[in-house]
């Protein structure tokens, strides 16, 4: 069973960049057909795809995020990250790792990102 987990600073400053990492455990990166998503909820509002990166290491990012968005990946780690740069409060929010898997939906517990100086 894919579990994954999400790690990163819990604070960051206004214009600063937010780093995440999300560790796969049972099951690779690599495999085919594989599409890994950074999800973020922030508060009282619904849940915001920001984007995936694919088994090949192509991406797909949010329209309203885009400019501002790097997904990549570390094979050697298993690990995917995420880099959300020009922060403003208005990103403050819990960003999640999600991967589905035809009727598997699995879900990291989410990390809280706060931006505030």
């Known amino acids: 069973q894919v579990q994954l987990q999400e790690s990163g600073p819990g604070l960051v400053k206004p214009s600063q960049t937010i780093s995440l990492t999300c560790t796969i455990s049972?099951?690779?990166?690599?495999?085919?057909?594989?599409?890994w998503h950074w999800i973020r909820q922030p508060p009282g509002k619904g849940l915001e795809w920001i984007g995936y990166?694919?088994?090949?290491?192509?991406?797909w990012y949010s329209s309203s995020l885009k400019s501002r968005t790097s997904i990549a990946r570390d094979t050697s780690k298993n690990q995917m990250t995420l880099q959300l740069s020009s922060v403003t409060p208005e990103d403050t929010a819990v960003y999640y790792c999600?991967?589905?898997?035809?009727?598997?939906?699995?879900w990291g517990q989410g990390t809280q990102v706060t931006v505030s100086s």
């Open positions: 049972g099951g690779s990166i690599l495999a085919d057909y594989h599409y």
């Open positions: 999600r991967f589905v898997d035809g009727p598997n939906d699995y």
């Open positions: 990166i694919t088994y090949r290491g192509s991406t």
